[in-house]
Protein backbone atom coordinates (compact mmCIF):
# COMPACT_ATOMS: atom_id res chain seq x y z
CA UNK A 1 0.00 0.00 0.00
CA UNK A 2 1.39 3.43 -0.81
CA UNK A 3 1.98 5.36 2.17
CA UNK A 4 1.08 8.41 0.48
CA UNK A 5 -2.42 7.38 0.14
CA UNK A 6 -2.96 7.13 3.88
CA UNK A 7 -4.73 10.15 4.91
CA UNK A 8 -3.63 11.83 8.41
CA UNK A 9 -6.70 13.26 10.39
CA UNK A 10 -7.50 16.88 10.12
CA UNK A 11 -6.18 18.75 13.23
CA UNK A 12 -6.55 21.73 11.19
CA UNK A 13 -8.73 24.26 14.06
CA UNK A 14 -11.93 24.62 12.38
CA UNK A 15 -13.95 27.89 11.58
CA UNK A 16 -14.93 28.58 15.11
CA UNK A 17 -11.66 28.45 16.34
CA UNK A 18 -11.97 24.94 18.22
CA UNK A 19 -9.91 22.36 16.65
CA UNK A 20 -8.14 19.28 18.18
CA UNK A 21 -10.48 19.50 21.09
CA UNK A 22 -8.49 22.59 22.39
CA UNK A 23 -9.30 25.95 23.29
CA UNK A 24 -8.77 29.29 20.65
CA UNK A 25 -6.62 31.98 22.16
CA UNK A 26 -9.76 34.08 21.77
CA UNK A 27 -11.80 32.12 24.72
CA UNK A 28 -8.78 32.27 27.22
CA UNK A 29 -8.80 35.79 26.30
CA UNK A 30 -12.23 36.32 26.95
CA UNK A 31 -12.13 33.96 30.36
CA UNK A 32 -8.73 36.28 31.28
CA UNK A 33 -10.49 39.51 30.28
CA UNK A 34 -13.31 38.57 32.53
CA UNK A 35 -11.43 37.76 35.31
CA UNK A 36 -9.42 40.81 34.74
CA UNK A 37 -12.74 42.62 34.83
CA UNK A 38 -13.64 41.11 38.02
CA UNK A 39 -10.73 41.73 40.15
CA UNK A 40 -10.89 45.37 39.03
CA UNK A 41 -14.51 45.57 40.11
CA UNK A 42 -13.88 44.30 43.59
CA UNK A 43 -10.98 46.55 43.57
CA UNK A 44 -13.20 49.59 42.54
CA UNK A 45 -15.33 48.82 44.89
CA UNK A 46 -13.55 47.61 47.94
CA UNK A 47 -11.62 50.52 47.36
CA UNK A 48 -14.86 53.20 47.18
CA UNK A 49 -16.09 51.17 50.62
CA UNK A 50 -12.83 51.54 52.25
CA UNK A 51 -13.05 55.63 51.55
CA UNK A 52 -16.89 55.90 52.55
CA UNK A 53 -16.15 54.14 55.85
CA UNK A 54 -12.78 56.41 56.24
CA UNK A 55 -15.10 59.76 55.51
CA UNK A 56 -17.55 58.51 57.93
CA UNK A 57 -15.12 57.79 60.91
CA UNK A 58 -13.48 61.26 60.17
CA UNK A 59 -17.22 62.66 60.66
CA UNK A 60 -17.60 60.96 63.80
CA UNK A 61 -14.17 61.71 65.02
CA UNK A 62 -14.68 65.60 64.13
CA UNK A 63 -18.29 65.47 65.92
CA UNK A 64 -17.32 64.01 68.81
CA UNK A 65 -15.12 66.81 69.48
CA UNK A 66 -17.07 69.40 68.37
CA UNK A 67 -19.25 68.01 70.62
CA UNK A 68 -17.44 67.91 73.53
CA UNK A 69 -16.42 71.92 72.63
CA UNK A 70 -20.17 73.08 72.28
CA UNK A 71 -21.00 71.77 75.94
CA UNK A 72 -17.76 73.45 77.11
CA UNK A 73 -19.46 76.71 75.65
CA UNK A 74 -22.60 75.98 77.03
CA UNK A 75 -20.60 75.73 80.39
CA UNK A 76 -18.87 78.78 80.39
CA UNK A 77 -22.23 80.54 79.64
CA UNK A 78 -23.28 79.60 82.67
CA UNK A 79 -20.09 81.13 84.08
CA UNK A 80 -20.50 84.15 82.68
CA UNK A 81 -23.79 84.68 83.49
CA UNK A 82 -22.86 83.84 87.39
CA UNK A 83 -20.39 86.84 86.60
CA UNK A 84 -23.64 89.11 85.43
CA UNK A 85 -25.42 87.96 88.82
CA UNK A 86 -22.63 89.00 90.96
CA UNK A 87 -22.28 92.27 88.95
CA UNK A 88 -25.74 92.64 88.88
CA UNK A 89 -25.54 93.03 93.03
CA UNK A 90 -22.75 95.67 93.23
CA UNK A 91 -20.22 92.46 93.51
CA UNK A 92 -21.00 91.48 96.55
CA UNK A 93 -23.66 88.44 96.69
CA UNK A 94 -24.87 86.36 99.75
CA UNK A 95 -25.17 82.94 100.33
CA UNK A 96 -28.56 82.82 99.87
CA UNK A 97 -28.67 84.67 97.06
CA UNK A 98 -26.36 82.27 95.16
CA UNK A 99 -27.59 79.50 96.53
CA UNK A 100 -31.08 81.01 94.51
CA UNK A 101 -29.20 81.37 91.22
CA UNK A 102 -27.47 78.01 91.26
CA UNK A 103 -31.34 76.58 91.37
CA UNK A 104 -32.19 78.44 88.66
CA UNK A 105 -29.97 77.29 86.33
CA UNK A 106 -31.29 73.74 86.73
CA UNK A 107 -27.95 72.20 86.28
CA UNK A 108 -28.83 68.67 86.44
CA UNK A 109 -31.37 69.42 82.98
CA UNK A 110 -29.26 72.04 81.13
CA UNK A 111 -25.89 71.17 82.11
CA UNK A 112 -25.26 67.56 82.05
CA UNK A 113 -22.02 66.63 83.65
CA UNK A 114 -21.86 69.75 85.31
CA UNK A 115 -20.84 68.96 89.35
CA UNK A 116 -21.35 72.59 90.55
CA UNK A 117 -21.43 76.10 90.59
CA UNK A 118 -18.51 78.06 92.88
CA UNK A 119 -17.55 81.22 94.11
CA UNK A 120 -14.04 82.41 94.33
CA UNK A 121 -12.95 86.25 96.67
CA UNK A 122 -9.69 87.06 96.54
CA UNK A 123 -8.70 88.23 99.33
CA UNK A 124 -5.44 90.10 100.58
CA UNK A 125 -3.67 89.77 103.65
CA UNK A 126 -4.95 92.49 105.15
CA UNK A 127 -8.71 92.11 103.99
CA UNK A 128 -8.45 88.59 105.63
CA UNK A 129 -9.79 88.86 108.88
CA UNK A 130 -12.80 91.44 107.37
CA UNK A 131 -13.52 88.75 105.23
CA UNK A 132 -13.65 85.67 107.57
CA UNK A 133 -15.69 87.95 109.95
CA UNK A 134 -18.54 88.49 107.00
CA UNK A 135 -18.58 84.63 105.60
CA UNK A 136 -18.62 83.57 109.43
CA UNK A 137 -21.95 85.54 109.72
CA UNK A 138 -24.04 83.09 108.67
CA UNK A 139 -21.24 79.87 108.62
CA UNK A 140 -20.27 80.13 112.00
CA UNK A 141 -17.57 77.31 111.36
CA UNK A 142 -16.01 79.04 108.08
CA UNK A 143 -12.69 78.33 107.32
CA UNK A 144 -9.79 78.41 104.90
CA UNK A 145 -7.70 75.54 104.27
CA UNK A 146 -5.04 74.33 103.81
CA UNK A 147 -2.35 76.59 105.37
CA UNK A 148 0.27 78.06 102.46
CA UNK A 149 2.96 80.54 102.30
CA UNK A 150 1.33 82.96 99.32
CA UNK A 151 0.38 86.60 100.07
CA UNK A 152 -2.65 86.27 99.35
CA UNK A 153 -5.85 83.97 99.51
CA UNK A 154 -8.59 82.52 96.91
CA UNK A 155 -10.76 80.78 98.87
CA UNK A 156 -13.93 79.25 97.65
CA UNK A 157 -16.74 81.61 99.66
CA UNK A 158 -20.08 80.09 98.22
CA UNK A 159 -20.20 76.01 96.03
CA UNK A 160 -23.70 74.85 95.12
CA UNK A 161 -25.28 71.96 95.68
CA UNK A 162 -23.36 72.35 98.56
CA UNK A 163 -24.07 68.41 99.47
CA UNK A 164 -21.60 67.01 97.53
CA UNK A 165 -19.11 69.71 97.19
CA UNK A 166 -19.16 70.52 101.15
CA UNK A 167 -15.23 69.25 101.38
CA UNK A 168 -14.80 72.65 98.88
CA UNK A 169 -16.28 75.41 101.30
CA UNK A 170 -13.36 77.32 102.19
CA UNK A 171 -10.99 76.00 99.76
CA UNK A 172 -7.65 78.15 99.14
CA UNK A 173 -7.09 77.39 95.57
CA UNK A 174 -3.55 79.15 95.87
CA UNK A 175 -2.36 76.51 97.88
CA UNK A 176 -1.93 74.14 94.62
CA UNK A 177 -0.07 75.36 91.33
CA UNK A 178 -2.96 74.31 88.68
CA UNK A 179 -5.59 75.81 90.85
CA UNK A 180 -3.75 78.79 90.78
CA UNK A 181 -2.33 79.48 87.38
CA UNK A 182 -5.48 78.86 85.60
CA UNK A 183 -7.25 81.99 87.93
CA UNK A 184 -4.09 84.04 87.80
CA UNK A 185 -4.46 83.32 83.51
CA UNK A 186 -8.47 84.01 83.90
CA UNK A 187 -7.79 87.55 85.91
CA UNK A 188 -4.92 88.84 83.35
CA UNK A 189 -6.72 87.98 80.14
CA UNK A 190 -10.22 88.31 81.28
CA UNK A 191 -11.03 85.19 79.45
CA UNK A 192 -12.25 81.96 80.82
CA UNK A 193 -9.77 79.71 81.42
CA UNK A 194 -9.41 75.85 82.73
CA UNK A 195 -6.82 74.54 85.20
CA UNK A 196 -4.54 71.51 84.51
CA UNK A 197 -5.25 67.84 85.59
CA UNK A 198 -6.47 68.02 89.49
CA UNK A 199 -8.28 65.87 91.93
CA UNK A 200 -10.90 67.12 93.48
CA UNK A 201 -11.32 67.54 97.10
CA UNK A 202 -14.99 66.38 96.75
CA UNK A 203 -14.62 63.26 94.63
CA UNK A 204 -14.42 59.88 96.50
CA UNK A 205 -12.95 58.03 93.34
CA UNK A 206 -9.50 60.61 93.27
CA UNK A 207 -10.29 60.64 89.12
CA UNK A 208 -9.08 63.25 86.91
CA UNK A 209 -10.84 66.35 87.13
CA UNK A 210 -10.43 70.37 86.62
CA UNK A 211 -11.86 73.83 86.93
CA UNK A 212 -13.77 76.21 84.78
CA UNK A 213 -13.06 79.61 85.90
CA UNK A 214 -14.35 83.03 84.37
CA UNK A 215 -13.16 86.68 86.21
CA UNK A 216 -15.14 88.80 88.25
CA UNK A 217 -14.20 92.33 88.24
CA UNK A 218 -15.46 95.13 90.37
CA UNK A 219 -14.90 98.00 87.98
CA UNK A 220 -15.60 98.45 84.32
CA UNK A 221 -12.02 99.61 82.94
CA UNK A 222 -10.85 96.50 81.94
CA UNK A 223 -8.43 98.00 78.76
CA UNK A 224 -5.12 96.19 80.29
CA UNK A 225 -3.25 94.22 82.66
CA UNK A 226 -2.97 96.10 85.39
CA UNK A 227 -6.47 97.69 85.42
CA UNK A 228 -7.06 94.02 85.50
CA UNK A 229 -5.50 93.51 88.28
CA UNK A 230 -6.69 96.63 89.85
CA UNK A 231 -10.78 95.71 89.34
CA UNK A 232 -10.49 92.11 90.02
CA UNK A 233 -12.82 90.72 92.73
CA UNK A 234 -12.39 86.67 92.40
CA UNK A 235 -13.98 84.03 89.93
CA UNK A 236 -16.93 81.89 89.28
CA UNK A 237 -15.74 78.23 88.66
CA UNK A 238 -17.22 75.42 88.17
CA UNK A 239 -15.56 71.39 89.07
CA UNK A 240 -15.38 69.03 86.97
CA UNK A 241 -14.60 65.23 87.29
CA UNK A 242 -13.59 64.04 83.77
CA UNK A 243 -15.57 60.99 84.13
CA UNK A 244 -18.37 62.60 85.07
CA UNK A 245 -18.63 65.08 82.19
CA UNK A 246 -17.81 62.17 79.30
CA UNK A 247 -20.87 60.60 80.49
CA UNK A 248 -22.97 63.95 80.72
CA UNK A 249 -21.96 65.08 77.52
CA UNK A 250 -21.29 62.29 75.14
CA UNK A 251 -23.75 59.17 74.70
CA UNK A 252 -21.97 55.85 74.13
CA UNK A 253 -24.92 53.87 72.82
CA UNK A 254 -25.24 56.56 69.80
CA UNK A 255 -21.45 56.78 68.88
CA UNK A 256 -19.06 54.86 66.68
CA UNK A 257 -16.01 55.85 67.88
CA UNK A 258 -14.12 55.04 71.47
CA UNK A 259 -12.20 58.34 73.10
CA UNK A 260 -9.16 59.01 75.09
CA UNK A 261 -8.29 62.18 76.25
CA UNK A 262 -5.10 63.62 77.87
CA UNK A 263 -3.58 66.59 79.21
CA UNK A 264 0.34 66.95 78.61
CA UNK A 265 1.17 62.89 79.72
CA UNK A 266 -1.57 62.69 81.98
CA UNK A 267 -4.71 61.26 80.81
CA UNK A 268 -7.91 62.50 81.54
CA UNK A 269 -10.25 59.82 80.45
CA UNK A 270 -9.69 56.41 78.33
CA UNK A 271 -12.62 54.60 77.45
CA UNK A 272 -10.39 52.55 75.33
CA UNK A 273 -9.70 50.00 78.28
CA UNK A 274 -10.16 46.61 78.58
CA UNK A 275 -14.22 45.64 79.97
CA UNK A 276 -16.55 47.93 78.02
CA UNK A 277 -18.00 45.87 75.15
CA UNK A 278 -18.19 48.95 72.77
CA UNK A 279 -14.48 48.82 72.27
CA UNK A 280 -12.75 47.30 68.85
CA UNK A 281 -9.72 45.61 70.28
CA UNK A 282 -8.36 46.05 66.47
CA UNK A 283 -10.48 49.06 65.08
CA UNK A 284 -10.53 49.74 61.63
CA UNK A 285 -9.24 53.56 62.19
CA UNK A 286 -7.79 56.09 64.48
CA UNK A 287 -6.93 59.55 64.56
CA UNK A 288 -5.19 61.85 67.24
CA UNK A 289 -6.50 65.21 67.51
CA UNK A 290 -4.99 68.28 69.80
CA UNK A 291 -7.02 71.15 70.43
CA UNK A 292 -6.55 73.86 72.33
CA UNK A 293 -9.16 74.72 75.04
CA UNK A 294 -9.21 77.24 77.67
CA UNK A 295 -5.89 77.89 77.50
CA UNK A 296 -4.77 73.76 77.93
CA UNK A 297 -3.71 71.78 74.94
CA UNK A 298 -5.85 68.43 75.20
CA UNK A 299 -4.92 65.78 72.70
CA UNK A 300 -7.76 63.41 71.88
CA UNK A 301 -7.62 59.82 70.69
CA UNK A 302 -10.00 58.48 68.69
CA UNK A 303 -11.11 54.86 67.36
CA UNK A 304 -13.39 53.46 65.54
CA UNK A 305 -15.59 51.35 67.98
CA UNK A 306 -17.51 47.95 67.39
CA UNK A 307 -20.31 49.59 66.26
CA UNK A 308 -18.45 51.20 63.45
CA UNK A 309 -17.78 47.87 62.35
CA UNK A 310 -20.92 46.73 62.25
CA UNK A 311 -22.27 49.90 60.56
CA UNK A 312 -19.19 50.09 57.85
CA UNK A 313 -19.66 46.02 57.55
CA UNK A 314 -20.64 45.75 53.20
CA UNK A 315 -19.99 42.11 51.69
CA UNK A 316 -20.43 43.76 48.50
CA UNK A 317 -17.05 43.05 46.99
CA UNK A 318 -16.67 39.54 48.14
CA UNK A 319 -20.32 39.30 46.18
CA UNK A 320 -18.68 41.11 42.52
CA UNK A 321 -15.85 38.74 43.41
CA UNK A 322 -17.64 35.58 43.47
CA UNK A 323 -20.13 36.48 40.88
CA UNK A 324 -17.38 37.04 38.47
CA UNK A 325 -15.94 33.77 39.24
CA UNK A 326 -18.64 31.68 39.06
CA UNK A 327 -19.29 33.74 35.69
CA UNK A 328 -15.86 32.83 34.44
CA UNK A 329 -16.27 28.98 35.68
CA UNK A 330 -19.32 28.94 33.57
CA UNK A 331 -17.48 30.43 30.27
CA UNK A 332 -15.05 27.86 30.80
CA UNK A 333 -16.81 25.15 30.99
CA UNK A 334 -18.95 26.02 28.14
CA UNK A 335 -16.08 26.47 25.96
CA UNK A 336 -14.51 23.33 27.26
CA UNK A 337 -18.11 21.25 26.52
CA UNK A 338 -17.98 23.54 23.32
CA UNK A 339 -14.02 22.12 22.14
CA UNK A 340 -14.94 18.11 23.51
CA UNK A 341 -18.25 18.50 21.37
CA UNK A 342 -16.25 20.03 17.70
CA UNK A 343 -13.71 16.93 18.40
CA UNK A 344 -16.42 14.48 18.03
CA UNK A 345 -18.08 16.34 15.30
CA UNK A 346 -14.57 16.22 13.44
CA UNK A 347 -14.11 12.85 14.59
CA UNK A 348 -16.99 11.89 12.63
CA UNK A 349 -16.44 13.98 9.73
CA UNK A 350 -13.20 12.06 9.23
CA UNK A 351 -14.98 8.45 9.81
CA UNK A 352 -18.20 9.19 7.90
CA UNK A 353 -18.42 11.33 5.25
CA UNK A 354 -21.74 10.54 4.25
CA UNK A 355 -22.36 13.11 7.14
CA UNK A 356 -20.75 15.96 6.16
CA UNK A 357 -24.15 17.97 5.62
CA UNK A 358 -24.90 17.26 9.28
CA UNK A 359 -21.94 18.09 10.35
CA UNK A 360 -21.83 21.75 8.75
CA UNK A 361 -25.16 22.21 10.30
CA UNK A 362 -23.52 21.06 13.79
CA UNK A 363 -20.97 23.53 12.75
CA UNK A 364 -22.93 26.22 12.19
CA UNK A 365 -24.62 26.02 15.67
CA UNK A 366 -21.43 25.61 17.42
CA UNK A 367 -20.52 29.47 14.91
CA UNK A 368 -24.16 30.46 16.71
CA UNK A 369 -22.71 29.29 19.59
CA UNK A 370 -19.50 30.66 19.75
CA UNK A 371 -21.07 33.89 19.03
CA UNK A 372 -23.66 34.15 21.67
CA UNK A 373 -21.41 32.87 24.30
CA UNK A 374 -19.44 36.01 23.47
CA UNK A 375 -22.21 38.21 23.69
CA UNK A 376 -22.86 36.94 26.94
CA UNK A 377 -19.43 37.26 28.08
CA UNK A 378 -19.80 40.95 26.95
CA UNK A 379 -22.63 41.65 28.34
CA UNK A 380 -22.14 39.73 32.03
CA UNK A 381 -19.06 41.62 31.90
CA UNK A 382 -20.33 45.04 31.37
CA UNK A 383 -23.55 44.39 33.85
CA UNK A 384 -20.57 43.85 36.75
CA UNK A 385 -20.00 47.87 36.89
CA UNK A 386 -23.12 48.73 36.96
CA UNK A 387 -24.71 47.24 40.31
CA UNK A 388 -25.80 50.15 41.98
CA UNK A 389 -28.18 50.81 39.27
CA UNK A 390 -29.60 47.82 39.55
CA UNK A 391 -30.68 48.42 43.33
CA UNK A 392 -33.45 50.93 42.66
CA UNK A 393 -35.14 48.58 39.44
CA UNK A 394 -35.49 45.39 41.88
CA UNK A 395 -36.38 47.07 44.72
CA UNK A 396 -38.93 48.58 42.95
CA UNK A 397 -40.19 45.55 41.00
CA UNK A 398 -40.03 43.69 44.25
CA UNK A 399 -42.81 46.30 45.77
CA UNK A 400 -44.56 45.87 42.16
CA UNK A 401 -44.73 42.34 42.27
CA UNK A 402 -45.42 41.18 45.74
CA UNK A 403 -46.58 44.22 47.52
CA UNK A 404 -49.78 42.01 48.89
CA UNK A 405 -47.07 39.64 50.19
CA UNK A 406 -45.07 41.64 52.18
CA UNK A 407 -45.64 42.72 55.59
CA UNK A 408 -45.86 46.58 56.82
CA UNK A 409 -42.21 46.22 57.79
CA UNK A 410 -40.83 44.98 54.49
CA UNK A 411 -42.62 47.75 52.56
CA UNK A 412 -41.68 50.31 55.69
CA UNK A 413 -37.56 48.48 54.37
CA UNK A 414 -38.62 48.93 51.00
CA UNK A 415 -39.89 52.40 51.13
CA UNK A 416 -36.57 53.33 52.91
CA UNK A 417 -34.32 51.90 50.23
CA UNK A 418 -36.40 53.48 47.14
CA UNK A 419 -36.10 56.87 49.00
CA UNK A 420 -33.11 56.61 49.86
CA UNK A 421 -32.06 55.89 46.24
CA UNK A 422 -33.65 59.09 45.11
CA UNK A 423 -32.38 61.16 47.61
CA UNK A 424 -28.99 59.92 46.43
CA UNK A 425 -29.08 60.73 42.64
CA UNK A 426 -31.07 64.12 43.67
CA UNK A 427 -27.11 64.16 45.82
CA UNK A 428 -25.75 63.74 42.54
CA UNK A 429 -27.60 65.62 40.17
CA UNK A 430 -26.75 68.72 42.97
CA UNK A 431 -23.46 67.81 42.90
CA UNK A 432 -22.62 67.46 39.27
CA UNK A 433 -24.73 70.91 38.79
CA UNK A 434 -22.31 72.43 41.67
CA UNK A 435 -19.63 71.18 39.98
CA UNK A 436 -20.28 72.48 36.76
CA UNK A 437 -20.93 76.27 37.68
CA UNK A 438 -17.79 77.36 36.81
CA UNK A 439 -16.33 74.71 34.47
CA UNK A 440 -17.04 76.89 31.30
CA UNK A 441 -16.90 80.63 30.43
CA UNK A 442 -20.11 82.32 31.39
CA UNK A 443 -22.33 83.24 28.24
CA UNK A 444 -24.00 86.47 29.02
CA UNK A 445 -27.15 88.02 27.49
CA UNK A 446 -29.75 90.89 28.63
CA UNK A 447 -31.83 89.70 30.97
CA UNK A 448 -35.65 90.57 31.98
CA UNK A 449 -35.87 89.81 35.54
CA UNK A 450 -39.84 90.18 35.56
CA UNK A 451 -39.80 87.58 33.13
CA UNK A 452 -37.06 85.17 34.86
CA UNK A 453 -39.53 85.70 38.04
CA UNK A 454 -42.36 84.88 35.74
CA UNK A 455 -40.52 81.58 34.67
CA UNK A 456 -39.22 81.07 38.07
CA UNK A 457 -43.12 81.22 39.82
CA UNK A 458 -44.55 78.72 37.02
CA UNK A 459 -41.78 76.36 37.30
CA UNK A 460 -42.65 76.40 41.53
CA UNK A 461 -46.45 76.49 41.14
CA UNK A 462 -47.00 73.26 43.06
CA UNK A 463 -44.95 74.50 46.02
CA UNK A 464 -46.47 78.12 45.50
CA UNK A 465 -50.04 76.70 45.22
CA UNK A 466 -49.92 74.32 48.13
CA UNK A 467 -48.86 76.90 51.04
CA UNK A 468 -50.83 79.87 49.19
CA UNK A 469 -47.58 81.81 49.30
CA UNK A 470 -47.54 85.50 48.81
CA UNK A 471 -44.67 86.98 46.20
CA UNK A 472 -44.61 90.14 45.82
CA UNK A 473 -41.62 92.64 43.93
CA UNK A 474 -41.47 96.07 42.44
CA UNK A 475 -42.84 96.73 39.00
CA UNK A 476 -39.67 98.73 37.79
CA UNK A 477 -37.19 95.37 37.93
CA UNK A 478 -34.26 96.42 35.69
CA UNK A 479 -32.87 94.08 32.64
CA UNK A 480 -29.51 92.84 33.33
CA UNK A 481 -26.89 91.36 31.80
CA UNK A 482 -26.23 87.72 33.08
CA UNK A 483 -26.58 84.09 32.19
CA UNK A 484 -30.23 83.53 31.97
CA UNK A 485 -30.74 80.34 33.21
CA UNK A 486 -27.89 80.76 36.31
CA UNK A 487 -29.80 83.75 37.32
CA UNK A 488 -33.38 81.87 36.83
CA UNK A 489 -31.91 78.75 39.05
CA UNK A 490 -30.04 81.07 41.67
CA UNK A 491 -33.97 83.42 42.10
CA UNK A 492 -35.81 79.69 42.05
CA UNK A 493 -33.36 77.97 44.82
CA UNK A 494 -33.75 81.12 46.97
CA UNK A 495 -37.65 81.44 46.50
CA UNK A 496 -37.89 77.09 46.85
CA UNK A 497 -35.99 77.77 50.19
CA UNK A 498 -38.28 80.62 51.84
CA UNK A 499 -41.39 77.90 51.17
CA UNK A 500 -39.73 75.16 52.15
CA UNK A 501 -38.31 76.46 55.66
CA UNK A 502 -41.98 78.70 56.61
CA UNK A 503 -43.71 78.96 59.59
CA UNK A 504 -46.20 76.44 60.45
CA UNK A 505 -49.47 77.57 60.19
CA UNK A 506 -48.75 81.23 58.65
CA UNK A 507 -48.49 81.72 54.97
CA UNK A 508 -45.25 82.83 53.66
CA UNK A 509 -44.58 86.16 52.11
CA UNK A 510 -41.86 86.59 49.84
CA UNK A 511 -40.67 90.24 48.82
CA UNK A 512 -38.41 90.36 45.90
CA UNK A 513 -36.26 93.78 45.18
CA UNK A 514 -33.64 95.72 43.38
CA UNK A 515 -31.50 98.92 43.75
CA UNK A 516 -28.14 100.29 42.17
CA UNK A 517 -25.42 100.97 44.79
CA UNK A 518 -21.84 100.91 44.20
CA UNK A 519 -21.44 100.32 40.52
CA UNK A 520 -23.88 97.06 41.07
CA UNK A 521 -27.25 96.13 41.42
CA UNK A 522 -27.79 94.63 44.80
CA UNK A 523 -30.78 92.22 44.85
CA UNK A 524 -32.57 90.51 48.03
CA UNK A 525 -35.57 87.94 48.94
CA UNK A 526 -37.19 88.38 51.82
CA UNK A 527 -39.50 86.07 53.72
CA UNK A 528 -41.62 85.40 57.00
CA UNK A 529 -40.22 81.87 57.65
CA UNK A 530 -38.24 80.34 60.60
CA UNK A 531 -35.22 82.30 60.27
CA UNK A 532 -32.24 81.57 61.94
CA UNK A 533 -29.37 82.91 64.22
CA UNK A 534 -27.01 85.31 62.94
CA UNK A 535 -23.85 83.54 63.69
CA UNK A 536 -25.38 80.59 61.04
CA UNK A 537 -25.73 82.59 58.32
CA UNK A 538 -21.82 82.32 56.68
CA UNK A 539 -21.86 78.63 57.70
CA UNK A 540 -25.32 77.79 55.44
CA UNK A 541 -23.58 78.52 52.13
CA UNK A 542 -21.44 75.92 52.86
CA UNK A 543 -21.95 72.57 50.94
CA UNK A 544 -23.86 70.07 52.99
CA UNK A 545 -23.61 71.91 55.79
CA UNK A 546 -27.51 72.52 57.16
CA UNK A 547 -28.93 73.44 60.05
CA UNK A 548 -31.73 71.11 60.16
CA UNK A 549 -32.08 67.03 59.44
CA UNK A 550 -33.72 65.03 56.64
CA UNK A 551 -36.48 64.38 58.85
CA UNK A 552 -37.46 67.94 59.44
CA UNK A 553 -36.62 69.45 55.94
CA UNK A 554 -35.54 67.37 52.73
CA UNK A 555 -32.63 68.65 50.97
CA UNK A 556 -29.23 67.62 50.01
CA UNK A 557 -27.38 70.53 51.62
CA UNK A 558 -26.15 72.06 48.40
CA UNK A 559 -28.88 74.70 46.86
CA UNK A 560 -27.27 77.75 48.91
CA UNK A 561 -23.67 76.70 48.43
CA UNK A 562 -24.76 76.75 44.01
CA UNK A 563 -26.13 79.88 44.76
CA UNK A 564 -22.96 81.21 46.05
CA UNK A 565 -21.31 79.63 43.60
CA UNK A 566 -23.41 81.22 40.94
CA UNK A 567 -23.09 84.82 42.37
CA UNK A 568 -19.73 84.50 42.34
CA UNK A 569 -19.33 83.09 38.81
CA UNK A 570 -21.24 86.55 37.70
CA UNK A 571 -18.62 88.77 39.92
CA UNK A 572 -20.98 89.38 43.12
CA UNK A 573 -21.36 88.01 46.41
CA UNK A 574 -23.99 86.70 48.52
CA UNK A 575 -24.82 86.85 52.31
CA UNK A 576 -28.10 86.22 54.68
CA UNK A 577 -29.62 88.59 57.44
CA UNK A 578 -31.74 86.29 59.55
CA UNK A 579 -33.44 86.09 63.23
CA UNK A 580 -34.95 83.10 64.42
CA UNK A 581 -39.01 83.29 64.49
CA UNK A 582 -38.59 86.40 62.02
CA UNK A 583 -37.54 85.15 58.48
CA UNK A 584 -34.48 86.12 56.44
CA UNK A 585 -33.23 88.39 53.86
CA UNK A 586 -30.87 87.17 51.61
CA UNK A 587 -28.44 89.48 49.32
CA UNK A 588 -26.72 89.02 46.50
CA UNK A 589 -24.81 91.82 43.97
CA UNK A 590 -23.91 91.82 40.53
CA UNK A 591 -22.10 93.92 38.53
CA UNK A 592 -23.96 97.09 36.91
CA UNK A 593 -24.18 97.13 32.78
CA UNK A 594 -21.39 99.70 32.95
CA UNK A 595 -18.71 97.12 34.16
CA UNK A 596 -19.96 93.97 32.20
CA UNK A 597 -17.33 94.67 29.72
CA UNK A 598 -15.00 93.92 32.22
CA UNK A 599 -16.16 90.88 33.16
CA UNK A 600 -16.47 89.66 29.54
CA UNK A 601 -12.77 91.53 28.58
CA UNK A 602 -11.47 88.64 31.53
CA UNK A 603 -13.77 85.88 29.96
CA UNK A 604 -12.27 86.47 26.58
CA UNK A 605 -8.74 86.38 27.91
Known amino acids: MNANSINPPNTRPDSNGIGGGRLHWFHWFVVISSLILTFAAWFVSKTEIEAKNRLQFDRAAENVVELLFEHMQKYEDALWSGVLAIQARGGNISHGDWREFAED ?275 ASHDLQEPLRMVTSFTQLLEQRYSAQLDDTARKYIGFASTSAVRMQGLIDDLLEYSRVSETAEKLSSVDCANTLAFVKENLREPLENSNADITYQDDLPTVRTNPVRFARLLQNLIGNALKYRCEGVTPKIEIGVTEQNQEWLFW ?49 IWAVSEVGQGSIFYFTMPRKDTVGLIEQDQAA
Open 525 to 573: VKDNGIGMKQEHCEKIFLPFKRLHGNADYLGSGLGLSICRKIVESFGGK
Open 105 to 379: LRMGVKYPGLNGIAVIHYVRPENLDTYLAEQRKTRPDFQIYPAHNRNEYWPTSFIEPVNTNAAAVGLDMAFELNRLTAGVNARDTGTAQITGPITLVQDAGKTPGFLFCVPIYAGQDKSDIAARRRSFIGLVYAPFIVKNLMEGTLQKERRLVSLSIQDGDQVLYDEQGVGSIEIDPTPLFTTTVTSELYGRNWTFGIASNMAFRTSASNNQPMVIMMGGILIDAILLTLFVSMARSNQRAIRMSQSQKNRARELETMVGKLARSNEELERFAYV
